[in-house]
C-alpha cells in the first residue's frame, strides 16, 4: 500500500541511516475514485436532471476527512466530439452514520443541467493540495442523458 512520507507529497525521498547506509523512498499517489449518476437517462426538453456523485480515496486518508474539493463536470453530444467543461462544482463533506468505511463522512458534489440535446457526461477529481500531488486522477464512468420531445 502507497505511504505519504515527509511533507505527504508524491516524490523520491533520499536518507542515511546512521551516516553510514544511503536509502531512499518512494511514494506513489494515493488512488481515488469519483461517480457521477442521475435519476433518469432521458428527460423531456426544457427539463432540469441533477447530476451527483462521491469522491473516494481508496486507503480512507483525505479525500475522507479532508476539505472541500473541486470536481470537474465535462459534457459531449456524442462519441465524435470532445468533452468540454461545463462548470466547476464542490465536493462537500456529508455526515453520515459513523462506520468504519466512512468514519467521517462522505464528499458528495451535485450540479443541476438542462440538456437540450442528447449529451454525455463524466466528471473530473484532479486536485491537489498547495504543496504537490497527493491523489491519482480520477474520473467517473459516463452517463449519457437522451432528450425526448
Do not use: C
Amino acid at each position: 500500500m502507497p505511504q505519504r512520507y515527509g511533507g505527504g507529497y508524491v516524490g523520491d525521498y533520499a536518507y542515511t541511516v546512521d551516516n553510514a547506509f544511503q536509502a531512499s523512498i518512494v511514494t506513489v499517489a494515493d488512488g481515488r475514485s469519483v461517480s457521477l449518476s442521475g435519476r433518469r437517462h432521458t428527460i423531456r426538453r426544457g427539463s432540469a436532471l441533477r447530476l451527483h456523485g462521491r469522491l473516494q480515496d481508496y486507503d480512507l486518508s483525505p479525500p475522507g476527512a479532508g476539505p472541500e474539493q473541486p470536481i470537474i463536470v465535462l459534457a459531449r453530444h456524442d462519441r465524435y466530439h470532445p468533452f468540454r467543461r461545463i462548470a466547476v462544482v464542490t465536493a462537500e463533506l456529508h455526515p453520515t452514520p459513523k462506520s468504519h468505511v466512512h468514519p467521517w463522512g462522505e464528499l458528495i458534489w451535485q450540479l443541476r443541467v438542462r440538456p437540450g440535446a442528447r449529451m454525455i457526461y463524466i466528471a473530473e477529481a484532479n486536485s491537489q493540495p498547495p504543496g504537490g500531488q497527493v491523489w491519482q486522477r480520477a474520473w467517473s464512468k459516463p452517463f449519457k442523458v437522451l432528450v425526448s420531445h
